[in-house]
């Protein structure tokens, strides 16, 4: 008896010491043929960019307060209309850029970001 008691003892701290977790999302994800965006502020964005490797783009007009923008990698766009083909080339730098509610510029960046 004193054994079950031991082993629920642990699981019981197992269970809270893994639920205490501190959140480990990251705003700028690229997996599994998609890049995937989420606002993880308090207050909503507009006139949202995201490229990908310089010149492919995916323009969406709001991304709210913590929704998530899930784009499959062969939706991106350069500006001649050329997609991204995944099979010629591998996502090296992903840039968001938007409007936060206050007006004042967004920027992310995963890798190497976006040329000027």
Partial sequence: ???LVSVLLLLGVLVVVVGCKGDE?????VASGRVTVTNMTATGWTDVEVWLNDHYRVQVREL???????????VFIAGFGQRFDAKKQV???????ARGADGKPVRLIWGKGRRR
């Fill in 1 to 3: 008896m004193g054994r």
């Fill in 25 to 29: 999302r990251q705003p700028i994800t």
């Fill in 64 to 74: 709210t307060a913590g929704q998530r923008l899930d784009v499959p990698i062969g």
């Fill in 91 to 97: 996502p090296s730098g992903v840039e968001v850029n």
